[in-house]
T-cell receptor, first 115, second 114 residues
Framework: KAGVTQTPRYLIKTRGQQVTLSCSPI?????VSWYQQTPGQGLQFLFE???????NKGNFPGRFSGRQFSNSRSEMNVSTLELGDSALYLC??????????????FGEGSRLTVL | KQEVTQIPAALSVPEGENLVLNCSFT??????LQWFRQDPGKGLTSLLL?????REQTSGRLNASLDKSSGRSTLYIAASQPGDSATYLC?????????????FGSGTQLTVLP
């Protein structure tokens, strides 16, 4: 069974640009969550999607957005990039039949560098 | 607001030693707690998931315990190997009333010396 797949793995952007990251969850998983990991702040929750609906959002500015498609694949977008957006962006999927018991499985991440 | 703390931040042990990693959380109203492993530059690998109604979970040389009332979890690694070297993260899923998400600790960086 394939794991969580994230693309691209590495990318370099300049300030002011925008970026779109993609995540394909494990087959059958309907919940997709996004996390940002930086050396200073650690792992921070961005948002979660379930059946194409955002059902939870972390404390990030509106420049960070996401969506989920009918096949459960998800994308996140960051507009007007800032230097501080440089981070490893991790996607996680969960079966989540019951809302509170889902084990999260993470992808390898997308390493974004903003110059 | 849920806060998760992991002590120590770094640990270095000789191969073959048994070791314990600690995780504490401030809000005991949790659904579950999950331990992860992260190798440098990589994603997170799920090691063990403990539901709030459980006391411990075991997988191979790993054993995780949960004491919800005291807000503590431990990850026990038996007979450590150099391949166990990685950063270990614990994360808790807090019940509704706060954001429905995982709150992570900052991790323990483990080095197992051959």
């Amino acid at each position: 069974k394939a794991g969580v797949t994230q693309t691209p793995r590495y990318l370099i952007k300049t300030r002011g640009q925008q970026v779109t990251l993609s995540c394909s969850p494990i087959s059958g998983h309907r919940s997709v969550s996004w996390y940002q990991q930086t050396p200073g702040q650690g792992l921070q929750f961005l948002f979660e999607y379930f059946s194409e609906t955002q059902r939870n959002k972390g404390n990030f500015p509106g420049r960070f957005s996401g969506r989920q498609f009918s096949n459960s694949r998800s994308e996140m977008n960051v507009s007007t990039l800032e230097l501080g957006d440089s981070a490893l962006y991790l996607c996680a999927s969960s079966l989540d039949r019951a809302e509170n018991t889902g084990e999260l499985f993470f992808g390898e991440g997308s390493r974004l560098t903003v110059l | 607001k849920q806060e998760v703390t992991q002590i120590p931040a770094a640990l270095s042990v000789p191969e073959g030693e048994n070791l314990v990693l600690n995780c504490s959380f401030t809000d005991s109203a949790i659904y579950n707690l999950q331990w992860f492993r992260q190798d440098p530059g990589k994603g997170l690998t799920s090691l063990l998931l403990i539901q709030s109604s459980q006391r411990e979970q075991t997988s191979g040389r790993l054993n995780a315990s949960l004491d919800k009332s005291s807000g503590r979890s431990t990850l026990y690694i038996a007979a450590s190997q150099p391949g166990d070297s990685a950063t270990y993260l614990c994360a808790v899923r807090t019940k509704p009333g706060s954001a429905r998400q995982l709150t992570f600790g900052s991790g323990t960086q483990l080095t197992v010396l051959p």
